[in-house]
């Protein structure tokens, strides 16, 4: 039998643990131009592979809180793509950069109601749309139009006001249907990133 305080602070531990907004992590993240020589071999063949008959690739080495990668960005079927590599070259996800306005209305509207929900005042800055799975399977997703084994989720950068505070800037994950997975603040460092 739990001992009635250790319970309470169970159920409190539990109860933050909860998924709900995360405001206690920042998520820092700062890029730098490489060459394709600095970058793993498995990753250039992967996208290679991939996306064949692309046009030139820019590559980054991407140092943030979670860690190091390898981001590929170029343009391809009328979008911008980065497809990020852990530091072995093995695949973690493919983004590309969408309108929010292309989303279905149902995927729209959930993300809406989140945002309108949990800030005073928001402005969405741009959505990309991830896919992640094994590295066959994302292979055959892009160059088979394959879907099988591969995640869909949607990833929000906007400007949001909580009640009481001025506007930051938030990442916000979404799954597929548009149901809130996570957020987390962005610490912006001018001149740190590069954008593309």
Known sequence: MINPILRIV?????????????FAQKKIEQEKGVKKKDVPSAAVDWLNDAFEGKKKVKWY?????????????????KRFHSVKFDTLGAIVDVEIEIPFEELDESIRASITDYLQSEFEDYKINRLQIQYSGESDDLEDFFDEDENEGIVIRYELEYTGKLKGEISKFWEGLFDHTGAFISQQEVEVRIMDNLIF
Request: glycine letters at 10%; charged letters at 25%; proline letters at 3%.
């Open 10 to 22: 169970l159920l409190g531990v539990l109860i933050l643990a909860l998924p709900r907004v995360s």
């Open 61 to 77: 080495e991407e140092f943030s809180n979670e860690g190091r990668a390898y981001e590929g960005k170029f343009w391809w079927d």
